[in-house]
Structures are given as structure tokens and as C-alpha cells.
């Protein structure tokens, strides 16, 4: 199975920065898009990055000029870089793919919305 792994999460105060990490790995046929979303204490999971296998990149309202996604498609890897945190960053943070998963037994492909288990952001002084 495909699996996505989050770490870069932690404890840190307003105005710090944080760069967390999300590697894919297991039989990938092929990536689209990746994603950061986002879910805070009593909130609904809300999108706050995305990234195209091309570049192009899309941010919530609310980071914008302050979060920046990258990607490295040689090593299924996505990034995102958060700069002047504030306390209602804080949140698990998920890490998304739109993919194709190599069914082995088969040969063929399918596609699968993948998801990783969170890692937590806290922003307190």
C-alpha cells in the first residue's frame, strides 16, 4: 500500500517558523497533486496548500505570504515552509496526494486519494 508520512510538527512560539516534511513511498505508479491540509481543536479539515507536478500552487487566505509549498518529484516528497506563526496556526497537520498506486499482482494502475497520519503544529508563547 501507499504510505504518506508527516514529521517537521512541534512546539513553537508566535512569530517562529516550522518546516514540515511528507514523503510518499510504496508502489506509485504516479503523483498529481500534493497537498497540505489542516484541522485545529473543534474545526473542520480545511486545504492549506496544494501543488501541481508541474509547480503551480494554490494557499488558503489566511497563510498566504507566510507558508510556502514546494515539492521534490524525484523523491515524492512535498514540503511547507511556515513562517510568522501565530496561535491560530495551531493544528494536525495532513499531508495529501493524488496518485496512481501500481497494482503488483496485476500490472495495471489505480487512482487513490491518499492521506498521512498528521503531525501536530503548536503555536504558544
Known amino acids: 500500500q501507499v504510505q504518506l508520512v508527516e514529521s517537521g510538527g512541534g512546539l513553537v512560539q508566535p512569530g517562529g517558523s516550522l518546516r514540515l516534511s511528507c514523503a510518499a513511498s510504496g508502489s506509485i505508479f504516479s503523483i498529481n497533486a500534493m497537498g497540505w491540509y489542516r484541522q485545529a481543536p473543534g474545526k473542520q479539515r480545511d486545504l492549506v496548500a496544494a501543488i501541481t507536478s508541474a509547480g503551480s500552487t494554490n494557499y488558503a487566505d489566511s497563510v498566504k505570504g507566510r507558508f510556502t509549498i514546494s515539492r521534490d518529484n524525484a523523491n515524492n516528497s512535498v514540503y511547507l515552509q511556515m513562517n510568522s506563526l501565530k496561535p491560530e496556526d495551531t493544528a494536525v497537520y495532513y499531508c495529501?496526494?493524488?496518485?496512481?498506486?501500481?497494482?503488483?499482482?496485476?500490472?495495471?494502475?489505480?487512482?487513490?486519494?491518499?492521506w498521512g497520519q498528521g503531525t501536530l503544529v503548536t503555536v504558544s508563547s
Open positions: 495529501n496526494a493524488d496518485l496512481l498506486e501500481m497494482i503488483v499482482t496485476t500490472g495495471s494502475a489505480h487512482a487513490l486519494d491518499a
